[in-house]
């Protein structure tokens, strides 16, 4: 059973355009929510992540969305760059220490210049 | 580089056969967590070490066994080897943090023949 669920699976987006990836939870016991952003023949790399205490974090070009109520979260890429063209994966863990992640299947990005 | 280091980069080895997985976490980090990726099942968790002691378990096969050594490096090991066991391995890294900030090395890519 899936525990997080990610969407789109894969997403095409114009150089200066605004890439969005959606993910869905059950479990209201997690309380922290990170994305990784994985390049070929790497490890994923932590991008941003959020509690949800707050409804949006922003870090640079990347934004957090969180809807509690809806149990939604999304990742927004503003101003997208051919070098943002990768896998990312969205991850819910319960307990504010030292939780296992459930991740989403990730969504391939690609960036046209 | 997110400081944590994984040996060796790629492994190649045949069915039946039994191998042994090397993390090193970021320096000061107690705590490890080992995560397999494969095309159909994504991003899966299955084991985690805190300061020495098994803390969580995932869907780990029996025939999959792990530790952490004093030195808190981390060891995974697989055997009876079959087709389905070749994916990437990842092993994460983690301080005893409010947010649960996990760091992944660079993978071991299994190929079983």
């Known amino acids: 059973q899936q525990q997080v669920k990610q969407s789109p699976q894969s997403l095409i987006v114009q150089k200066g355009g605004i890439s969005i990836i959606n993910c869905a939870y059950e479990?209201?016991?997690?309380?922290?929510f990170p994305w990784y952003q994985q390049f070929p023949g790497k490890g994923p790399a932590l991008l941003i992540a959020?509690?949800?205490?707050?409804s949006e974090k922003k870090e640079g070009r990347f934004t957090i969305s969180f809807n509690k109520s809806a149990k939604q979260f999304s990742l927004h890429i503003m101003d997208s760059q051919p070098g943002d063209s990768a896998t990312y994966f969205c991850?819910?863990?319960?307990?504010?220490?030292?939780?296992?992640?459930?991740f989403g299947r990730g969504t391939q990005l690609t960036v046209w210049p | 580089d997110s400081g944590v280091t994984q040996t060796p980069k790629h492994l190649i080895t045949a069915t039946g056969q039994r191998v042994t997985l090397r993390c090193s976490p970021r320096s000061g980090d107690l705590s490890v967590y080992w995560y397999q990726q494969s095309l159909d099942q994504g991003l899966q968790f299955l084991i985690q070490?805190?300061?020495?002691?098994?803390?969580a378990k995932g869907n780990i096969l029996e025939r999959f066994s792990a530790q952490q050594f004093p030195d808190l490096h981390s060891e995974l090991n697989l055997s009876s080897l079959e087709l389905g066991d070749s994916a990437l391995y990842f092993c994460a890294s983690s301080e005893r943090t409010e947010y649960n900030e996990q760091f992944f090395g660079p993978g071991t890519r299994l190929t079983v023949l």
């Open positions: 991850a819910a863990s319960r307990g504010s220490t030292l939780g296992r992640l459930y």
């Open positions: 959020i509690r949800p205490d707050v």
């Open positions: 070490y805190y300061n020495g002691e098994e803390r």
């Open positions: 479990n209201t016991a997690f309380d922290y």
